[in-house]
């Protein structure tokens, strides 16, 4: 309690300081933690530099002057001569688990916030892909963080995960993960009443219109299928097209697709690396065979063209091609569940309101994309989508002043500037008589 008590009163300027420390000294180390994460995720080296560990540094950052510029509400009640004003305190200690697809990228959006506003921290890392995490613990003490602050536990979910999830002494749960694991999650934090932050899967919908501009459409259609090797919750799985342009879509489409460098994660110019295990690609490829039975066609990809050449000792990787795959039932699996990998389905549909029913016909809602020049039908599609993000002629612009989390079966509370301060802060009401 001493720990928590002692973080939590020290000023925001304090923190702030410690937070721009820590996101200096994993910037000093942006190589080798780029190179670790690649070798234990699988995704190119060059993705982890461009994107995951520069993440990192800035959700530091962010929060880190976020807090400097927190303001509380306050109002007099006319006729009662009294004042009413709020203050935001820390929870105590937050319980994080982060998972295996983005690890540090994601680890440090909750470790951030948590810290920020005063929290004390048990964080476990997915077991899969933890050691950037194990690496991240040194440089706390080099921030000049307090020790017991912020604390790192590794194991298995089942064990550590669910030992922290039932702590009577955390009263708060964030996790980002699959839905079936928040389920569990739910269930065994139900009889401490804990607050819970739940960012879940998707199956997320990206629609394109019969004017979209294809040259900015299929490019970044491309990359919003298959970054990460499709193992981003927020990649589209379904791709509507309007049937008037649906041929010429596929056909750009897939050429665009067969171009893809899928190989070694180390190799500058590998845009695709491995998927993170044996199990995994198993699950992946199980859906393309799924797809089949469903009447599906296999455009390309897994199965359709020349299996990935690596070099003798990267064999033992888990590569596989980015797969496209048509004709497949509004109500077939591969349309409704979660595939998690480089496996996008491409339909046509006809008209406005026919996509919208469709498109919010799965039991998720994260994200959603719609391609179009007509800002009006834009703005109406994206207000009547189910999904707590809607990118319009774009993908994956993310700004952490806005709220970012799903609906549905997609997630519960929202992280972002406002979002996260007030999941890890209460949030109390103090009135003064005048």
């Given at each position: 309690?001493?720990?928590?008590l002692?973080?939590?009163?020290?000023?925001?300027?304090?923190?702030?300081?410690?937070?721009?420390?820590?996101?200096d000294?994993?910037?000093?180390?942006?190589?080798?933690?780029?190179?670790?994460?690649?070798?234990?995720?699988?995704?190119?080296?060059?993705?982890?530099?461009?994107?995951?560990?520069?993440?990192?540094?800035?959700?530091?950052?962010?929060?880190?002057?976020?807090?400097?510029?927190?303001?509380?509400?306050?109002?007099?009640?006319?006729?009662?001569?009294?004042?009413?004003?709020?203050?935001?305190?820390?929870?105590?200690?937050?319980?994080?688990?982060?998972?295996?697809?983005?690890?540090?990228?994601?680890?440090?959006?909750?470790?951030?916030?948590?810290?920020?506003?005063?929290?004390?921290?048990?964080?476990?890392?997915?077991?899969?892909?933890?050691?950037?995490?194990?690496?991240?613990?040194?440089?706390?003490?080099?921030?000049?963080?307090?020790?017991?602050?912020c604390?790192?536990?590794?194991?298995?979910?089942?064990?550590?995960?669910?030992?922290?999830?039932?702590?009577?002494?955390?009263?708060?749960?964030?996790?980002?993960?699959?839905?079936?694991?928040?389920?569990?999650?739910?269930?065994?934090?139900?009889?401490?009443?804990?607050?819970l932050?739940?960012?879940l899967?998707?199956?997320?919908?990206?629609?394109?219109?019969?004017?979209?501009?294809?040259?900015?459409?299929?490019?970044?259609?491309i990359?919003?299928?298959?970054?990460?090797?499709?193992?981003?919750?927020?990649?589209?799985?379904?791709?509507?097209?309007?049937?008037?342009?649906?041929?010429?879509?596929?056909?750009?489409?897939?050429?665009?697709?067969?171009?893809?460098?899928?190989?070694?994660?180390?190799?500058?110019?590998?845009?695709?690396?491995a998927?993170?295990?044996k199990?995994?690609?198993?699950?992946?490829?199980?859906?393309?065979?799924?797809a089949?039975?469903?009447?599906?066609?296999?455009?390309?990809?897994?199965?359709?063209?020349?299996?990935?050449?690596?070099?003798?000792?990267?064999?033992?990787?888990?590569?596989?091609?980015?797969?496209?795959?048509?004709?497949?039932?509004?109500?077939?699996?591969?349309?409704?569940?979660?595939?998690?990998?480089?496996?996008?389905?491409?339909?046509?549909?006809?008209?406005?309101?026919e996509?919208?029913?469709?498109?919010?016909?799965?039991?998720?809602?994260?994200?959603?994309c719609?391609?179009?020049?007509?800002?009006?039908?834009?703005?109406?599609?994206?207000?009547?989508?189910?999904?707590?993000?809607?990118?319009t002629?774009?993908?994956?612009?993310?700004?952490?002043n806005?709220?970012?989390?799903?609906?549905?079966?997609?997630?519960?509370?929202?992280?972002?500037?406002?979002?996260?301060?007030?999941?890890?802060?209460?949030?109390?009401?103090?009135?003064?008589?005048?």
């Amino acid at each position: 309690m001493f720990l928590l008590l002692s973080w939590s009163t020290t000023p925001a300027e304090q923190r702030a300081k410690v937070l721009n420390k820590l996101a200096d000294i994993i910037e000093e180390n942006l190589e080798e933690l780029a190179r670790t994460e690649s070798k234990d995720q699988g995704k190119p080296v060059s993705l982890a530099k461009r994107v995951d560990i520069p993440r990192a540094v800035y959700n530091f950052r962010f929060f880190a002057s976020a807090i400097l510029h927190a303001v509380n509400v306050s109002s007099i009640l006319e006729g009662t001569q009294a004042m009413n004003y709020t203050q935001k305190i820390p929870v105590g200690v937050a319980g994080l688990i982060s998972p295996w697809n983005l690890p540090l990228y994601l680890l440090t959006f909750k470790i951030a916030p948590a810290l920020a506003t005063g929290n004390t921290v048990v964080a476990k890392p997915s077991e899969m892909t933890s050691v950037t995490a194990w690496m991240m613990a040194k440089f706390f003490n080099e921030a000049g963080l307090p020790p017991g602050v912020c604390n790192l536990v590794f194991g298995t979910g089942p064990e550590t995960g669910a030992a922290l999830v039932q702590h009577p002494d955390v009263p708060l749960i964030s996790f980002t993960g699959s839905s079936p694991t928040a389920e569990k999650i739910t269930i065994a934090s139900a009889p401490f009443c804990k607050k819970l932050s739940l960012e879940l899967g998707g199956k997320n919908p990206s629609i394109v219109f019969e004017d979209a501009d294809l040259e900015k459409c299929i490019p970044t259609s491309i990359r919003s299928s298959f970054a990460n090797q499709g193992e981003v919750c927020l990649c589209s799985s379904r791709i509507f097209v309007h049937n008037t342009i649906f041929s010429q879509f596929l056909e750009k489409f897939v050429a665009g697709t067969k171009k893809i460098k899928v190989g070694v994660p180390d190799d500058t110019s590998t845009v695709m690396g491995a998927l993170v295990s044996k199990e995994h690609m198993a699950k992946v490829t199980g859906y393309i065979d799924l797809a089949k039975q469903e009447g599906g066609t296999i455009v390309c990809g897994q199965g359709m063209d020349p299996p990935v050449q690596v070099p003798d000792e990267n064999k033992g990787g888990y590569y596989m091609l980015p797969t496209v795959i048509t004709n497949v039932p509004d109500t077939g699996r591969c349309m409704q569940e979660e595939i998690f990998g480089p496996v996008v389905c491409v339909v046509p549909f006809s008209n406005e309101e026919e996509v919208i029913e469709r498109a919010n016909n799965v039991k998720y809602g994260l994200a959603a994309c719609v391609w179009s020049e007509n800002i009006s039908r834009a703005h109406r599609v994206a207000q009547r989508l189910q999904a707590g993000t809607v990118w319009t002629n774009c993908w994956m612009v993310r700004d952490l002043n806005m709220p970012f989390g799903g609906m549905k079966a997609s997630g519960i509370g929202r992280e972002g500037i406002e979002g996260s301060i007030d999941f890890f802060t209460e949030k109390k009401t103090i009135c003064i008589k005048l």
